[in-house]
């Protein structure tokens, strides 16, 4: 059994920044990759930004030059650092891992508001 705990959402102001973390727990044989999705209101769920074990990334157009991803595999935890933060990229952001073996797990989602 492995678990996924994210934490880091909250409310800002648009311009504003906010670090999402996202933890791994249990019975871990390796993690292939490790991301972040969004959902909006009344929007399909969406990827955000990911990375490999080996630490390649990709990002969401939308969010390419104000986003980071980055992973502690030590800790199996991958953080995602949110600046210059628009109104748009209000959503519920899901934490994403494939473990090698187990296949993909989800977090619980936190809430991100970008308030203008």
């Known amino acids: 059994q492995v678990q996924l705990v994210e934490s880091g959402g909250g409310l800002v102001q648009a311009g504003g920044s906010l670090r999402l973390s996202c933890a791994a727990s249990?019975?871990?044989?390796?993690?292939?990759?490790m991301g972040w999705y969004r959902q909006a209101p009344g929007k399909q769920r969406e990827l955000v930004a990911r990375i490999t074990s080996g630490g390649s990334t990709n990002y969401a157009d939308s969010v390419k030059g104000r986003f980071t991803i980055s992973r502690d595999n030590a800790k199996n935890t991958v953080y995602l650092q949110m600046n210059s933060l628009k109104p748009e990229d209000t959503a519920v952001y899901y934490c994403?891992?494939?473990?090698?073996?187990?296949?993909?797990?989800w977090g619980q989602g936190t809430q991100v508001t970008v308030s203008s």
């Open positions: 994403n891992t494939h473990f090698t073996l187990r296949g993909e797990y």
């Open positions: 249990g019975s871990i044989f390796r993690i292939d990759y």
